[in-house]
């Protein structure tokens, strides 16, 4: 009986860059029937060609998405398209697809920073103790009463050498960082734009399909509200005469239940008592298609003395 062919690509025993290992939050989008959907993740390893990550989602080998992500000490994202080479219970390798220059180089950046030692400087600083253990080893037959001269002498220029070398290093270090910098910002626009559309068409998904919840008005929900609470007027917020309207960013689950709240605007002195009583309320299920979904709306709280 044959073996079945596994459907994922086999790794090479070989990588033309070496990955290293790295932790940081990955967004990816992939489409799905020409609809966008969101899959949060989590990097584990990089390299110039691509990028191994955990992503809360099914992907299918040979899959295009889009990724995006943040590398540590690094401004600016790393946005680029990739290519799915295997998905294995939740672990897949994505391969950068036409990687620009700025981003392949602020990967470059971030690989130079987080190496604790560069092996061309390990070479360098072995080569110079070498040097100079010989200028002070070597012995001299010709010349006796020279050698400490002779030594001196080769010792100076030892050290001199070794400055260059360092100063010529940190030349480069900061010409590479002016350099990634300046082409993160000459290429940010090509980006940019396929990005926003990518954004955009995720915007208008029908509310259900997508990871984020759907914006729906704050009148639309406010039709929708089952129970109310009246907030409790707090004694120091009417002592100091303080009232007018707080305004909170709120998430409604599909349930129908206030899932998370996020202060707008608002007297301090009021904020809390709102968001404890609009923690209670409870709102009829918005319906998509026939099934509840999580939606995203605005609430405001009015606080009067009178």
């Known amino acids: 009986m044959s073996a079945v062919p596994s459907p994922l690509f086999e790794e090479t025993p070989q990588r033309a860059f070496p990955r290293h ?3 940081v939050p990955l967004d990816l989008i992939v489409l799905r029937s020409g609809v966008p959907e969101n899959l949060p993740g989590r990097c584990t390893d990089l390299s110039e060609s691509g990028v191994g990550a955990v992503v809360a989602g099914e992907l299918a080998a040979g899959q295009q998405v889009a990724v995006e992500f943040r590398l540590p000490n690094v401004g600016v994202p790393v946005r680029a398209r990739a290519l799915v080479r295997y998905h294995s ?11 620009p220059v700025e981003q392949r180089e602020m990967i470059r950046y971030w690989v130079y920073r987080s190496a604790p030692h560069p092996p061309s400087q390990l070479l360098e600083f072995r080569d110079v103790k070498k040097e100079k253990k010989i200028a002070v080893t070597a012995p001299t037959t010709e010349a006796p009463m020279a050698a400490p001269a002779a030594v001196a002498k080769r010792g100076r220029r030892v050290r001199s050498r070794v400055r260059s070398k360092v100063r010529i290093g940190r030349r480069g270090f900061y010409a590479l960082l002016a350099c990634t910098l300046t082409l993160a910002g000459l290429g940010w626009w090509q980006w940019q734009r396929s990005w926003n559309e990518l954004e955009a068409r995720a915007a208008v998904v029908e ?21 109310k609470v009246d907030p409790v007027y707090p004694e120091a917020a009417r002592t100091a005469g303080a009232e007018g309207l707080v305004v909170l960013d709120a998430v409604i689950a599909p349930d129908g239940s206030v899932e998370r709240l996020r202060p707008v605007s608002g007297s301090d ?36 003395l009178n």
Do not use: D, N
């Open 21 to 23: 290992p790295i932790s």
């Open 207 to 227: 509310p259900g399909f997508g990871v984020s919840p759907a914006t729906v008005s704050s009148e639309t929900m406010a039709k929708r509200i089952v129970t």
């Open 269 to 304: 002195l009021l904020v809390q008592s709102a968001t404890e009583a609009v923690q209670a309320w409870k709102f009829e299920p918005y319906l998509s298609s026939g099934q509840p979904v999580a939606v995203e709306t605005t609430i405001t709280v009015e606080f009067r």
């Open 89 to 99: 219970r939740f672990h897949c390798g994505l391969e950068f697809a036409g990687l």
